[in-house]
T-cell receptor
Framework: GNSVTQMEGPVTLSEEAFLTINCTYT??????LFWYVQYPGEGLQLLLK?????DKGSNKGFEATYRKETTSFHLEKGSVQVSDSAVYFC????????????FGTGTLLAVQP | GAVVSQHPSRVICKSGTSVKIECRSL??????MFWYRQFPKQSLMLMAT?????????EQGVEKDKFLINHASLTLSTLTVTSAHPEDSSFYIC?????????????FGQGTRLTVV
């Protein structure tokens, strides 16, 4: 079946530290891959996405590259800020007009000043 | 990006009563809406897929008679938790996809925190 596995949190970093949140997936087809962010008290927001192998999604300094050979989509940021503190969800969807998103368990990131 | 509004953001109800949650796409027409449930420290679990004008498709293990979904228009879907019990307490989130596109992006509401006492 289709599934997403991401590293457990919480991840605690100091401001300006380098961030990596690992995400691997299992899929029967050719999925699109996403990272969503959930700030405290808010719903999910799309952070970035990649729709095919070797694509790199990027937004707000975050990046993730779709690696088919390792079935991974790790999230990285070179220098985190306190405002990046949130829960990050890796997700996939398989093509079709009614794409369903399959989420990982989420990783809480806490950035300290 | 497109805006999806979910209401209420927080609700407390007594055990045995029913609660309705609304999900509206404010600036686009949504052919398909999805309802998710999120338990503490866990991921979002898809409950059902709602298509405008037709019956919702429920995921395995989700009771369709307990979680009633109505998608009467292209901008509104509702989830009604019937005869709620404390174990139904959770965070419910809807998402919507824009009509007429194959775009894989879904836009999420702010979520509803349901507490059944």
């Amino acid at each position: 079946g289709n599934s997403v596995t991401q590293m457990e949190g919480p991840v605690t970093l100091s401001e300006e530290a380098f961030l990596t949140i690992n995400c691997t997936y299992t899929a029967t087809g050719y999925p699109s891959l996403f990272w969503y962010v959930q700030y405290p008290g808010e719903g999910l927001q799309l952070l970035l996405k990649a729709t095919k192998a070797d694509d790199k999604g990027s937004n707000k300094g975050f990046e993730a590259t779709y690696r088919k050979e390792t079935t991974s989509f790790h999230l990285e940021k070179g220098s985190v800020q306190v405002s990046d503190s949130a829960v990050y969800f890796c997700a996939l969807s398989i093509g079709g007009a009614t794409n369903k998103l399959i989420f990982g368990t989420g990783t809480l990131l806490a950035v300290q000043p | 990006g497109a805006v999806v509004s979910q209401h209420p953001s927080r609700v407390i109800c007594k055990s045995g009563t029913s609660v309705k949650i609304e999900c509206r796409s404010l600036d686009f027409q949504a052919t398909t809406m999805f309802w998710y449930r999120q338990f503490p420290k866990q991921s979002l679990m898809l409950m059902a897929t709602s298509n405008e004008g037709s019956k919702a498709t429920y995921e395995q293990g989700v009771e369709k008679d307990k979680f009633l979904i109505n998608h009467a228009s292209l901008t509104l879907s509702t989830l009604t938790v019937t005869s709620a019990h404390p174990e139904d307490s959770s965070f419910y989130i809807c998402s919507a996809r824009q009509q007429g596109t194959m775009n894989t992006e879904a836009f999420f509401g702010q979520g509803t925190r349901l507490t059944v006492v």
